[in-house]
């Protein structure tokens, strides 16, 4: 391991994730497999960013 290389947890499946981005092209995450799973729960609206501004749809 390389000084640029850090192992942190996938936030996915808590495998080991390399954060050299040139072995790793899915940081933060272990995989394509977990940023995909990532990617359907934003989607899903599982996730939600949290505010105290109102939400405006600008499609109505």
């Known amino acids: 391991m390389n000084e640029k290389e850090q192992i ?3 936030p996915i ?3 080991p994730a390399i954060t050299d981005r ?3 092209p899915y940081l933060p995450f272990c995989s394509e497999r977990c ?3 990532d990617l359907g729960a934003w989607l899903d609206g599982k996730y939600v960013i949290e505010s105290d ?3 405006f749809d600008s499609e109505q």
């Open 53 to 55: 501004e109102p939400f």
């Open 35 to 37: 940023r995909t799973i």
């Open 22 to 24: 040139e072995k790793n």
């Open 13 to 15: 499946c808590k495998k």
């Open 8 to 10: 942190l947890k996938c």
